[in-house]
């Protein structure tokens, strides 16, 4: 399913937004927007989809997301029916370049620009960055003028320092976005085609056509341009794909493996606990709720 473009609004007074939604369905459907976007859950838990990431989210949790990668937050359906437990959250929107073209050129942000890049893959926010960057977010929803220009900058540059951060989508998935609209460039139709084709074996002399490469050459030029092989990479897709398979438990493990272009279910698990560091079982099982039903 393409995501949804989502085109965002703010106030004439302002050049960014924080807005506090009290609407579990705002964020439940595939979209992306050009805004940047920072999302703190102040209440409710679920699944979360970031480009090809597929995890669980919870209260406290925080999230950082790049212009154009492709998200939504679904809630369980727990968390609906009882009122303390309704979903609460705080976003920030803004545009990498409302402060101008330049500013993020200038030496001394050097690794904010550093890592809004790196947010177009998602970040995950913990410890004591996410108390930091809360707090800030607070000062942000009542500050006028400058000053919340400088409480956003300060923020980034909080984000920008932290060594600890989780990166959430793959880089091969960026990759297929971020060069979706370069149609001369032979690697956009490479990742187009495994996107389409990864539930079967793809040969080696296949998907080099693709590219108009020779098989040896290719294996040298996929690698130079995402920095991985493209078994790794094609491997990425078919766990991703997993996941959601996984997640929504219509089918059992081993129909899923195949699904997912894996030949057997040995080498399946094999992958998919090398990929994500837990069995397919115990992965699903996270998703569970307590009445033993998917929680999506």
Known sequence: MKPHLLTLSHGCLESFSVKKNNVPHHNDRWHFHHEIELIHFVKGEGVQFVGDSVKRFKNGDMVLIGAGLPHFWRFDESCLIRNDTKPSTEVLH???DFWGGDFLNIPENRMIKFTLEKAKRGIEITGATR????KLLGVITTAE??????ALLEMLSVISLCEDVHVLSSFGYQEAHAISNTANDRIAAVLEYSYSNFNRKIELEEIAEVAYLCPNY?????????????????????IGHACRLLIENKECIKQIAYDSGFNN???????????TGK?????QNEYLNR??????
């Open 94 to 96: 803004f545009k990498e």
């Open 131 to 134: 108390k930091r960057v809360r």
């Open 145 to 150: 003028g400058s000053d919340r220009i400088i």
């Open 218 to 238: 290719f294996c040298r030029y996929f690698k130079s341009r995402t920095g991985k092989t493209y078994t790794a990479f094609l491997n990425e897709i078919k």
């Open 265 to 275: 279910a040995a080498s399946f698990y094999r992958f998919f606990k090398s990929y």
């Open 279 to 283: 069995s397919p079982l115990a992965y």
């Open 291 to 296: 009445d033993g039903a998917i929680a999506v």
